[in-house]
């Protein structure tokens, strides 16, 4: 049996948009049911329920009708009358009866063996089938609610609620189209209850009908009954936009949800987002900024990810803004693996933004202080040396950079075009034939015999 807490509903969305996602998740709340109290209204007026019992002999009429009488002095007395008298013998009514009274009681086991007992003796006991239902929903009895709701409505029971109920427990079973007619013909019965519209949606983003969607969340956004509920709808919609491929729709809904002061680090990023794939990078970076800063406790990954899209696509002031606002709110709780991955994004900031090659070299050595075998990192760090003519700092991190196998080959190329830079040329002749041993290059080949000509000539020029 499957747990209560599956018919809550996740709608998920996830988007590939120019080299990046756009994921959007809102939940539709679908345990309405247990909220307190929601059973109270049902069949506690028994006189009205009389009408429906079936026919009974009249010496069962006398019974009821002192039972009735015992009721309206002592409860407990009547119930043990009822009790007494009743035999397997007994007509449907009076299991009926004594059902009700333990049902309103709140004794939901013995009131589900009297129903029981009841439609096994009148299968066509419309009332007793609904009921019983009742008993099997509140004791998360999936299969056995389905089953005696479903022949309710079989037998002429229209109400509502009763397809509400049969639409949730279909849902939590995974039975989507079963679900999504009865939450049809909860809305038909009872086009006011934002339940029922709210069932349907969560069957609609099971089978993915976008277009649907977007004009159902219309409707309950315009049936919202507070901000929340409202916000909750814009954002669910939203959801559809984005997988409809309508972004620019869904933003107007991330944008109603900001004025209405009621974003979150969710919203404001998937707005952020969009704003980035538009290429207005100005309000991409104000809603990744709002984004963070409405909760300092959300996985930072995001935010540096976000960072991350931002510089790879070279907008380097902006990806220098979010870095700093990312250092500055998550300050000391700032995860190592997120440092890291700040300090190799500012690095390429300043190498985009060409700055001076101190302040470049500074952000390489605090990754490497962090990471020591980062081999490209070493690399950077042996060109930008070699460019500064300080060859031994240069031949360390080569050095090192060589001592990593899926480097070394690299490590050796660069250190060779250096040397060669600089006319060490029959320094950098073996240098290259260790590179070709790792990996062949008809490139590094030809490149290695033009530096060996050169080496030759150069010996020769010496004697």
């Known amino acids: 049996m499957k747990s209560i807490s599956k018919i809550a509903r996740i709608a998920t969305v996830l988007v590939t948009i120019v080299g990046f996602s756009i994921s959007a998740t809102a939940e539709i709340d679908m345990q309405f049911w247990k909220k307190p109290g929601y059973f109270d209204s049902y069949y506690k007026d028994l006189n009205a329920v009389g009408s429906k019992i079936p026919t009974i002999k009249s010496e069962e009429q006398e019974i009821l009708q002192q039972y009735s009488n015992l009721k309206e002095i002592n409860d407990k007395q009547a119930l043990a009358y009822l009790a007494g008298v009743i035999t397997p013998q007994a007509?449907?009514?009076?299991?009926?009866?004594?059902?009700?009274?333990?049902?309103?009681?709140?004794?939901?086991?013995?009131?589900?063996?009297f129903f029981k007992r009841s439609v096994d003796k009148w299968p066509t006991f419309q009332n007793a089938h609904k009921l019983l239902g009742y008993c099997s929903l509140q004791t998360e009895d999936w299969v056995d609610a389905a089953t005696s709701f479903s022949t309710a409505t079989a037998l002429g029971e229209d109400d509502?609620?009763?397809?509400?109920?049969?639409?949730?427990?279909?849902?939590?079973?995974?039975?989507?189209?079963?679900?999504?007619?009865?939450?049809?013909k909860a809305i038909v019965a009872d086009p006011d209850t934002l339940d029922w519209y709210k069932g349907l949606a969560s069957t609609l983003i099971n089978q993915g009908k976008h277009l649907e969607l977007v004009s159902l969340f219309e409707e309950m956004i315009a049936r919202a009954p507070d901000a929340e509920a409202e916000k909750d709808f814009l954002l669910l919609q939203a959801n559809s936009f984005i997988a409809l491929d309508q972004t620019l729709n869904a933003a107007a809904n991330y944008e109603i949800v900001r004025r209405m002061k009621m974003g979150n680090a969710d919203s404001m990023g998937r707005l952020g987002d969009i704003y980035l794939n538009e290429n207005q990078v100005e309000l991409a970076t104000e809603a990744y900024i709002e984004s963070i800063e409405l909760d300092p406790e959300?996985?930072?990954?995001?935010?540096?990810?976000?960072?991350?899209?931002?510089?790879?696509?070279?907008?380097?002031?902006?990806?220098?803004?979010?870095?700093?606002?990312?250092?500055?709110?998550?300050?000391?709780?700032?995860?190592?693996?997120?440092?890291?991955?700040?300090?190799?994004?500012?690095?390429?900031?300043?190498?985009?933004?060409?700055?001076?090659?101190?302040?470049?070299?500074?952000?390489?050595?605090?990754?490497?202080?962090?990471?020591?075998?980062?081999?490209?990192?070493?690399?950077?760090?042996?060109?930008?040396?070699?460019?500064?003519?300080?060859?031994?700092?240069?031949?360390?991190?080569?050095?090192?950079?060589?001592?990593?196998?899926?480097?070394?080959?690299?490590?050796?190329?660069?250190?060779?075009?250096?040397l060669v830079q600089n006319k060490l040329y029959c320094d950098a002749v073996p240098m290259l034939r260790d590179a070709l041993d790792i990996q062949?290059?008809?490139?590094?080949?030809?490149?290695?015999?033009?530096?060996?000509?050169?080496?030759?000539?150069?010996?020769?020029?010496?004697?």
């Open 91 to 113: 007509s449907s009514a009076l299991d009926f009866t004594l059902g009700l009274h333990y049902y309103s009681s709140d004794d939901i086991k013995n009131a589900a063996l």
């Open 440 to 463: 062949y290059s008809s490139s590094v080949e030809e490149f290695m015999d033009q530096v060996d000509r050169v080496c030759r000539r150069q010996r020769l020029g010496r004697r």
């Open 298 to 418: 959300q996985a930072q990954d995001v935010p540096v990810n976000s960072a991350n899209v931002m510089v790879s696509r070279g907008f380097w002031s902006n990806g220098q803004e979010l870095i700093d606002i990312i250092r500055k709110i998550f300050g000391e709780g700032l995860e190592e693996k997120n440092h890291l991955t700040l300090l190799r994004l500012e690095a390429q900031v300043a190498m985009g933004e060409q700055k001076e090659t101190t302040v470049i070299i500074g952000f390489l050595e605090q990754i490497l202080e962090i990471e020591p075998d980062d081999g490209q990192t070493l690399l950077l760090l042996a060109k930008f040396h070699g460019s500064e003519k300080n060859f031994e700092e240069a031949r360390k991190y080569y050095e090192q950079a060589m001592e990593l196998e899926d480097y070394e080959y690299q490590a050796l190329v660069d250190y060779a075009q250096m």
């Open 160 to 184: 509502a609620r009763t397809f509400g109920l049969l639409g949730m427990i279909y849902l939590n079973q995974d039975k989507i189209l079963e679900s999504e007619s009865a939450y049809k």
